[in-house]
């Protein structure tokens, strides 16, 4: 058993995700795969098309073993604490011996070099002079590393995946696990990430957005779950699109001071004041973000503020690490990493794992920040259900059912007296909601066989 752990959105699971994933088994000999996902919101700062049940469902259709949901602030989080995150989530397990991701480099030794260039610039009194004179972060520390290290290091730090990889690395290095968990690159093809070009049968998250909001056939560059799944959506009008936020956004910045703005992550240097103001001055969404936009602060940016602020996250809520791990899909071999997760011995990432947020609820009613982390998911995911042209109900972290999918002809590896102290209970749940499944419709058909039988003697 050897299991690989990817960081990932899905929005929406797309061919590119099925190579990395056929990449990394081929290239590293990965047995099972984890999958840490954003939750109903991207790290661009916009809801997914899809809510992460039916994501993560699609996800352990077509080759991911076990889906955990990231945490609602840090998927609004930079690329830093994104990374870092997800990072803790896979060395939480303690099961998982590498992490797979994309990037423009596909070199590990390169990817290497320029995160350790990225962390002996990243000082106080070497990014000041930069900042202050309104350069955006990231121009800052590209700057710093192509004077320091050259531009052939630099340049690394023009490619988006390539900074993410950078990032994944610097926190498998400053959370000690860089031995642990080995880093493996699979290199981009053809489809940049978040950009308009495809390549064959592959294509970009962002291209294929476009394909789904223009109307036009993006069936080409997903697997049928993923096409059948969003035609579904589309059909009940359930997808969702940032622009559906636009009455509740403006409502929430109407009635918010300057002073709560300020609290709020990412904002800083009198941005607050700026949102304020626009909130005030503008009538659309598009108009909002026109007014609040300068140089120094990203469209991505931007949005991710603005939902922050609608869900009530603050800076504060991304000091503390991750309380507890949400299983939100799984199949047979996601059961083995969980069971082999809990027969290895704690350690100082080590959390709860569960299907079950109200498990969650239950055992943290005296841990603060669990429960207000919890909460931040509740509202978010509550808030999500208004994004679609057709509003569903609220409560989906406690209604949603996580999808289990079977595995023919599997035959689990792990020694049958494996003992296990952690996460067990979400292997016995499962197997206990499948027992029930069972019961139920074979209490259907014999229900079925006796109205037959009393037709047949009426007739």
């Known amino acids: 058993m ?32 984890v999958a840490i996902m954003s939750g109903n919101y991207v790290q661009r700062g916009e809801p997914a098309l899809m809510d992460k049940f039916k994501r993560a469902e699609i996800a352990v259709k077509n080759g991911v073993d076990l889906v955990i949901e990231m ?18 989530l896979l060395g939480s397990l303690r099961c ?3 992490i797979s991701f994309g990037s423009e480099s596909g070199s590990i ?28 972060f990231p121009d800052a520390i590209h700057q710093l590393v192509t004077y320091k290290y050259g531009p052939l290091v630099g340049d690394v730090l023009n490619s988006p995946n390539n900074i993410l990889a950078v990032e994944y690395l610097k926190s498998l290095k400053i959370l000690g696990l860089m031995d642990k968990i080995q880093p493996f690159t699979v290199k981009r093809e053809g489809a940049a990430h978040d950009g308009e070009e495809h390549s064959g ?46 009455r509740i956004l403006m409502y929430r910045l109407r009635t918010i001071s300057p002073q709560e703005l300020a609290t709020v992550p990412d904002v800083g240097q009198g941005l ?6 626009a909130a005030r001055m503008s009538g659309t969404l598009e108009q909002l973000l026109n007014a609040i936009k300068v140089k120094r602060y990203p469209m991505a940016r931007i949005k991710r503020i603005l939902l922050n602020t609608l869900f009530g996250i603050k800076s504060e809520d991304l000091k503390a690490p991750p309380m507890y791990g949400r299983i939100l899909a799984l199949n047979d071999r996601g059961t083995e990493i969980l069971k082999m997760a809990g027969s290895l011995p704690e350690d100082k990432f080590s959390i ?13 009613k005296e841990n603060p920040r669990a429960m207000r982390s919890i909460g931040m998911t509740t509202v978010s995911s509550d808030i999500y259900t208004l994004g679609a042209r057709n509003i569903r109900p609220s409560g989906m972290d406690f209604t949603a059912k996580i999808a289990y999918e079977k595995l023919e002809g599997f035959v689990s590896e792990l020694p049958a007296d494996l003992k296990t102290t952690a ?24 229900a079925k066989k006796d109205d037959s039988a009393e037709e047949s003697k009426e007739n």
Not at 79 to 87: D, T
Not at 213 to 238: H, W
Not at 430 to 438: F, G, I, P, T, W
Request: proline content about 4%; some cysteine.
């Open 423 to 446: 996460h067990a209970g979400t292997v016995e749940q499962v197997n206990k909601e499948r027992a029930a499944e069972a019961a139920a419709k074979k209490a259907a058909e014999e």
């Open 352 to 364: 709860p794992f569960s299907s079950s947020l109200k498990d969650f609820v239950d055992s943290n």
């Open 201 to 246: 049968n592959i294509a970009s998250g962002e291209y294929i957005r476009r394909l789904i909001d223009d109307g036009e056939d993006f069936s080409a560059f997903v697997p049928k779950d993923t096409a059948d799944a969003i035609n579904e959506y589309d059909d009940k009008e359930l997808l969702c699109w940032f622009e559906n936020f636009e």
């Open 2 to 33: 050897k299991t690989y752990g990817i960081i990932c959105e899905y929005n929406p699971f797309h061919n590119g995700h099925i190579y990395q994933i056929e990449e990394t088994k081929k290239q590293t000999g990965a047995t099972h795969i």
């Open 272 to 277: 607050e004041n700026r949102i304020f103001q």
């Open 71 to 88: 945490p609602v602030q840090y998927c609004l989080a930079n690329a830093e604490l994104f990374a870092r995150c997800g990072v803790m």
């Open 96 to 98: 998982v011996e590498g």
């Open 109 to 136: 030794d390169q990817l290497k070099e320029c995160a350790d260039a990225v962390m002996a610039v990243t000082t106080p009194e070497n990014l000041k002079p930069l900042l202050e004179q309104g350069m955006p």
